[in-house]
């Protein structure tokens, strides 16, 4: 099956500083991929669509510009959170769509995830 | 968005088989529903989806009432493996610009006992 990986896979940062989160599909090109956040014993919370080649869609609530978000090819896209707090400690997961699948049948398929921790 | 409703928690003895329902009362004609599941720590992996038919795939059986307002997942024979939070997610291809889009409920966290 498709596969998408992410780094790191932890980080621990302090207070203040900037943390860039990388996100590949590894066998499968990708217009489409997804950053999702996840607080501990809650569902992930979709933050933005990462088109490639375009602005990234930012869901209501979520910061475009702490949460930078690039995707400048169709394997690749990075999540910057910046002058991060310990508020923004979370899981993040990204998941990323297959071009080929079409419309109708293509599916996510998601990273294993990166923890962030802000101290 | 139509919602779907899912127990919060469900228990399994392994090796037998366990049925996760999912309630979507307000499901539109051109939604499927999509079943994902989250082992702990790592990022969901698709289970299973379906629009009107029953499906069968290697991992579980999704059942769809003829209605389309409830639906069934199936997994024929619990393994410690699928402990896990199962979601239920309706997804229209047809609805633009966030067609693929996955808004996630909180799930059922399922529990496999030895």
């Known amino acids: 099956g498709a596969v998408v990986s992410q780094h790191p896979s932890w980080v621990i940062c302090k207070s203040g500083t900037s943390v860039k989160i990388e996100c590949r599909s590894l066998?499968?090109?990708?217009?489409?991929m997804f950053w999702y956040r996840q607080f501990p014993k809650q569902s992930l919370m979709l933050m933005a669509t990462?088109?490639?080649?375009?602005?990234?869609?930012?869901e209501q609530g979520v910061e475009k510009d702490k949460f930078l978000i690039n995707h400048a090819s169709l394997t690749l896209s990075t999540l910057t959170v910046t002058s991060a707090h310990p508020e923004d400690s979370s899981f993040y997961i990204c998941?990323?769509?297959?071009?080929?699948?079409?419309?109708?049948?293509?599916?996510?398929?998601f990273g294993p995830g990166t923890r962030l921790t802000v101290t | 968005d139509a919602k779907t409703t899912q127990p919060n928690s469900m228990e399994s003895n392994e090796e037998e088989p366990v049925h996760l329902p999912c309630n979507h009362s307000?499901?539109?004609?051109?939604?499927?529903i999509h079943w994902y599941r989250q082992l702990p720590s790592q990022g969901p992996e698709y289970v299973i989806h379906?629009?009107?038919s029953n499906v069968n795939n290697r991992m579980a059986s999704l059942a769809i009432a003829e209605d389309r307002k409830s639906s069934t997942l199936i997994l024929h024979r619990a393994t410690l493996r699928d402990a896990a939070v199962y979601y239920c997610?309706?997804?229209?291809?047809?609805?633009?610009?966030?067609?693929?889009?996955?808004?996630f409920g909180k799930g059922t966290k399922l529990s496999v006992i030895p």
């Open positions: 998941s990323a769509r297959d071009m080929a699948g079409g419309l109708l049948f293509s599916e996510q398929y």
């Open positions: 066998d499968f090109q990708a217009t489409t």
């Open positions: 990462s088109n490639e080649g375009s602005k990234a869609t930012y």
């Open positions: 307000t499901i539109s004609g051109t939604d499927y």
């Open positions: 379906g629009l009107t």
């Open positions: 997610i309706l997804r229209d291809p047809y609805s633009g610009a966030g067609s693929y889009q996955l808004t």
